[in-house]
C-alpha cells in the first residue's frame, strides 16, 4: 500500500537471500520453520495503519464493556470450563482481511478473533532476520504503542514471568516438539528460559503442579497456556489434574478466554469494519443473498470446518444450529503486487492486556488461492506468514 517501497522492494528482492533467511532459520532452530515464510512483508500507509487501529477499537469497545465476560459464558463448551478465571485475556487477537469499499479505498474487515496466544517471540524474531537479509527502511517498523524492538522484548517477558523464576514458568502444550509452531516455542526458552512441557506430564501433588528436568521436579508457578483443552477430550489424552480444581498455579492467559473470545463474539460487533454476523439459531429465516455468506461452528481452531458455498438446504441439515453463526463473506482486495500475480492478505493485530489491551505487533498471512489455507496456496510462491511494516503510528 505504500507503491513506492513495493515497488523498490520488488526489483532489489534477492531470491537466495531469501533462501539463506529460511536456511539460516532452520539452521539454528532445529529445522523448525514448518509453516511457509512469504518472500516479503507488507509495508502499510498511515491512512491504512489508522484504519486498523480504528477496527481494532471497535472490537475492544465491545469486549471491555463490563457485561461481555457474563454474556459470553455460553461460549464454553460443557465440562472446558477452567477454574480461576481472571478478568480479562492476557493475548488477544484480532485477523482483518485487507479489502476495498464502494470508493476502491483500502479498509480492513474483522474476520476472526481470539483470546489466545499467538506467535509472539517468533514475530519479534522475524523483524531481525528480514531487516539482516533485505533493505527493511529504518523508519517503518512492526511493533505499535511507542514500543521499540527491546521495549517489546523486555514487556513480553514481564507478563509471562511475572514475578517468577524462569524455571518455574512453563510453556504448556500437547506434545510441544511435534507442533508446527515449536519454532516460537524455542525462541520463548532463548529469550526468556521458559522450558515447553507437555501436559500430559505434569505431575499433580495436593494444590501444586510440578514438572521433571534432569531427574528433578520442579514446581510450577505460572503457565504460559499453549494449548486448547478441547482437544484433550479429541485426542483421549489424560491429565493428572481436573480442570475445574482449585490449583497455586497462575495462567498466563486463562485458558476459558479461548472460547469466550472467538467466533461467539463475532454477532456482538457492530462496526463498518466487521461484516454482519448471525448466530444461525437465533434466525427465523435465512438471509435472501445467502450466497454471501459464511458458515463457521463456533468450537473450531485454524478454520476447521468453514463452508463457503451454502445454501439452504445445507442449513436446514444443521442440528446443533446454535453451535454456528453465517458471516457475510469478505472479498478479499487482490493487491500485493509479486512476480506473477497480485496476492491478497489478512493482518492480525496482536494484544497483550495487562492492565489495559495494549496492541504491540503484528502477523500477516498471504494468500493467492480462494482461502488463506496452506491447501489453496500449494506450488505458489510469495505466499505464507510475514509481518507489516508501518510509519510508527
Known sequence: MLPELRAAFNAQFDPQAYQEIISDINRHYRNSLLFRLCETPLFLSEDFTRKLLHAADDVLRVLRDPGYSARAEAAIPAGLKVANEDAHPTFLQIDFAVCRDEQEEFVPQLIELQGFPSLYCYQHFLDGKLRQYFPIPEQLTPFFSGLSSRGYRDFLGQVLLGASDPENVVL??????????????????????????????????????????????????????????????????????????????????????????????????????????????????????????????????????????????????????????????????????????????????MFIWDDRPLLVNNLVRVSKGKMMGVDFNRHKTWVGSSLAYHPGI
Open 172 to 349: 504448556l502444550e500437547i506434545e510441544p516438539e511435534k507442533q508446527k509452531t515449536r519454532i516460537d516455542f524455542y525462541l520463548c526458552e532463548e529469550y526468556y528460559g521458559i522450558r515447553s512441557v507437555c501436559v500430559t506430564r505434569v505431575i499433580h501433588r495436593g494444590r501444586k503442579l510440578f514438572y521433571k528436568h534432569n531427574g528433578r521436579e520442579i514446581p510450577i508457578e505460572r503457565i504460559y497456556h499453549r494449548f486448547i483443552f478441547d482437544e484433550l477430550h479429541r485426542k483421549n489424552l489424560h491429565i493428572s489434574f481436573d480442570i475445574d480444581e482449585d490449583l497455586d498455579v497462575t495462567w498466563v492467559g486463562h485458558p476459558n478466554w479461548f472460547f469466550k473470545i472467538s467466533k461467539y463474539t463475532l454477532p456482538m460487533i457492530q462496526s463498518p469494519y466487521c461484516p454482519p454476523s448471525f448466530f444461525l439459531g437465533d434466525l427465523d429465516r435465512y438471509p435472501d443473498d445467502l450466497e454471501n455468506y459464511v458458515l463457521k461452528p463456533l468450537f473450531s481452531f485454524a478454520g476447521a470446518g468453514v463452508e463457503i458455498d451454502i445454501t439452504a438446504e445445507r442449513l436446514d441439515q444443521l442440528q446443533e444450529r446454535n453451535n454456528y453463526i453465517l458471516q457475510r463473506k469478505v472479498a478479499y482486495t487482490p493487491f500485493l503486487e509479486t512476480p506473477d500475480e497480485q496476492a491478497r492478505a489478512e493482518i492480525r493485530m
